[in-house]
């Protein structure tokens, strides 16, 4: 057997053949729903919503976590002039409220239920299809890698909440959330022993829950 024969397979990258088929079914406006950061310590959980122009879709579209941040910039530009998008971020104090699930539960039906044109079926990233959708809806595991709707939503919802990062660095320039974007790397946990949780943080992660638990 030759060596490149065992090269490993390519993975297949998102397409619009799930939304084809429900527009056979008569579901013209599909929105492909995301979101980003359910797990970091610090900073928001951001949804977005995104219905595509059947023929308009912009170049390049993949699951964010594919893509370079440089590329995923780049992409989101192209997105915004030629899809209708609605992106809704849940805080920290939200998260508190109603658990991580909960909340990004909460902003996924917002975002479907504010897009400018009323979506007539959704492609939800995930599991779960939250209970107060506007319209029909499919849970996909893993539906930013088979969807170009979802993809595109991922990248929204990616992008958004990095330049959310970037912003709560300029307030806490010494957590250095611009560059780990509030996960729990070794910097992340070394600054949050030293300093404590700022607002940013979400109280009853671990981590941040042992940090307050010592004051």
């Known amino acids: 057997m030759r060596p490149d024969s065992l090269s490993k397979k390519a993975v297949p990258k998102p397409d619009f053949n799930l939304e084809r088929q429900l527009m056979a079914q008569g579901f013209m406006r599909i929105a492909g729903i995301d979101e980003a950061g359910r797990g970091p310590l610090a900073g928001p959980v951001v949804v977005a919503a995104v219905m595509l122009d059947p023929e308009n879709i912009p170049d390049g579209l993949n699951d964010s976590k594919k893509l370079s941040a440089k590329r995923r910039e780049a992409v989101f530009e192209q997105i915004i002039l030629c899809a209708r998008i609605t992106i809704v971020s849940a805080p920290p104090a939200k998260i508190e409220n109603l658990n991580i699930r909960g909340a990004t539960l909460w902003a996924m039906a917002k975002a479907a239920g504010s897009l400018s044109l009323p979506p007539d079926y959704a492609l939800v990233d995930g599991r779960d299809v939250p209970d107060l959708m506007p319209c029909p809806a499919k849970a996909i595991i893993k539906g930013d890698r088979r969807s170009l709707s979802v993809a595109a939503a991922s990248i929204v919802a990616k992008v958004t909440r990095d330049r959310m990062c970037t912003i709560m660095d300029g307030c806490f320039p010494e957590y250095g959330f611009s560059s780990h ?12 022993n030293a300093l404590g949780a700022s607002v940013y943080h979400r109280a009853f992660f671990a981590p941040v829950a042992a940090v307050l638990a010592l004051k």
Do not use: N, S, V
Request: without cysteine.
């Open 181 to 192: 974007k509030g996960y729990g790397t070794t910097q992340h946990i070394t600054a949050l």
